[in-house]
């Protein structure tokens, strides 16, 4: 296993770690592919891997696309096809048509391209449907999807698949504060709901911890305008700043994100918050040296901060993993 893949496997299990904050949310969401989609596959044997994104939905029909996504990851198609053949919304389609794979699965998604140009869900499948095919424009659809609908988490799903040099997903912004415990021991859907009002408020740190509600369901977008706003709020806090940095990543253009963050070490020198994500950031393009060296940071600039400890989560990870 190559050092770059070590790195990405450590990311990607401690971001579930370290986005403690409304975790809830990201569990209920549905929006992870089933199988393998968050990378590139290797092979194209088995069944494609199935991506919708259901958020933080407790409707019947997302109940039912749940259990069929549970069941198509299973490798029980014929079932899971039963369970989307119950609705007839888009995702329920996209899934019946996948599900039915591989006859007519690719002429079916197509046929939904056409009828919903716009729509992020289909390109990302039709996407992963010719890339298991073979076909040589599955990138074009990924590229689509990214483009349609970017403020979803079919964009973030797409962005993996269009650059996976990069660990997968997006980087979370982390606060130095928990999430009121009243507010984490809410269902997902509620969790939201609430961090939602408590942002309308006003306080720096509850358009934080919505910012962070935002990302972990894909909408990196809102996400970013949330951060931004929190930064107007009190340009002289550090977290806010550097929420507004982290809102920016992009894996098509991550110097928008670096160019942001880089500065505010020298404008916070004494704030981990800054050393924390910058390490975050250059971990997630796999700059492994540079991002050990600002994670061992946190604990020298701000060591009663509550990011020494996730730093050091990090840190021993990524011993482990002899990276």
């Known amino acids: ?18 986005g403690g904050a409304v975790a809830g949310i990201t569990a209920a969401s549905g929006s992870e592919p089933t199988g393998a989609a968050g990378e ?12 919708l994104d259901l958020g933080v939905r407790v409707d019947r029909e997302a109940r039912d696309l749940r259990e069929a996504l549970r069941l198509y990851g299973a490798g029980s198609k014929a079932e899971a096809g039963e369970q989307f053949a119950r609705h ?4 329920a389609r996209i899934g019946r048509a996948v599900s039915d794979w591989p006859k ?10 056409g009828l919903h140009p716009t729509s992020a869900a289909v390109q990302l499948n039709l996407g992963i449907a010719r890339y298991w095919t073979g076909e040589a424009d599955a990138k074009a659809a990924w590229q689509s999807a990214a483009e349609l ?31 009121p415990r009243a507010v984490r021991a809410l269902p997902a859907a509620s969790q939201f709901a609430a961090l939602e009002r408590r ?3 006003g306080s720096v740190a509850d358009q934080l911890f919505y910012g962070v509600a935002l990302q972990r369901l894909g909408r990196q977008r809102s996400a970013q305008r949330i951060f931004a706003q929190a930064a107007r709020l009190d340009p002289s806090n550090p977290e806010a700043r550097v929420a507004a940095a982290v809102g920016l990543f992009d894996k098509a253009r991550p110097v928008d994100a670096f160019s942001r963050l880089g500065p505010l070490s020298r404008r916070f020198p004494r ?12 971990l997630w393009s796999g700059q492994v040296k540079e991002a050990r060296r600002q994670l061992e940071l946190v604990a020298r600039v701000e060591p009663d901060s509550r990011l020494v400890a996730v730093a050091k989560q990090y840190l021993e990870q990524l011993r482990a993993a002899g990276i």
């Open 149 to 179: 609908e970017p403020d979803t988490a079919y964009a973030v799903t797409a962005g993996n698949l269009l650059h996976p040099e990069f660990a997968r997903n997006l980087p979370l912004f982390v606060p130095v504060e928990n999430v």
């Open 1 to 18: 296993m190559t050092v770059r893949r070590r790195t990405t496997l450590v990311v990607a299990a401690l971001a579930l770690v370290v």
């Open 199 to 201: 942002a309308r408020g």
């Open 40 to 51: 590139r596959p290797k092979l194209r044997e088995g069944n494609p891997p199935l991506s």
């Open 88 to 91: 007839d919304s888009l995702e």
């Open 271 to 282: 704030a981990g918050t800054v050393r924390f994500h910058l390490g975050l950031l250059l």
């Open 104 to 113: 007519d699965t690719l002429a079916r998604l197509t046929e939904l391209s």
